[in-house]
């Protein structure tokens, strides 16, 4: 086996085993286990809280574009907090400024906070602008899948039960099932994120310990 295969193959099993873990963890937690009622499809209904698969491995990957290391881990992990908050201050802003079925008052917002998150670059390096984009989007598009709560009357849903999604469901996706409040959809990116960071890490250690290590020269 080459250099190159021996150094590259123990991470790439690490992912592939992390990938599988992570989810088939997180769709039976929004699924089966922290969840609000029978679907009567062998689905139940998923909680205001829940874990969105794939925005773990949007974190993931950043981890290891920042770097791979605990370094890394920790600049995404900032970046991560500050992109979704940013998000979060902007959801509130736009639907107050402009409702269904405008966009320019998200559109607007959204503008002023990618400005706000590419200047604070001026308070130092420490902050990693390159990860706070895809942090920001990630809320985002989950609020588009979800409903877009406040901006769209009802789209995160008028309750959480399975009696509310059959009386007046939200306008999210499946039917209206993952209708999600937009506070909620803010948390759950952001737990999703961190889980992302987390699996870097580990998916970095485990690789480093799989990694044959090079045979040192005789003397």
Known sequence: ???????ILPLALVVGVLSFLWTEFSLNFTFHWVT???LGIGLELPSNFHLILPTAFVSWGMFFMAGGDNAAAGKVAVACIFGTVAA???MPL??????????????????IFAFILVAILIAGDWYYVAGTFPAFASVFLWWIATGLDGWAPNGGGVGNSI???T???GSGAFGGVISTPWQYVWLNTLVSLLCG???GVVSAKLAAALTPKPKTAEA
């Not at 086996?1 to 150094?7: F, N, V």
């Not at 409702?99 to 559109?107: E, M, Q, R």
């Open 167 to 169: 009386d007046a469901p």
């Open 88 to 90: 979060l201050i902007t």
């Open 36 to 38: 609000s009622g029978d």
């Open 163 to 165: 009696q509310a999604l």
């Open 1 to 7: 086996m080459g250099a190159r295969a021996q150094a």
């Open 94 to 111: 736009a639907f107050k400024t402009a409702d269904l079925p405008d966009f320019w008052g998200i559109a607007l917002w959204v503008g």
């Open 197 to 199: 960071v987390v699996l």
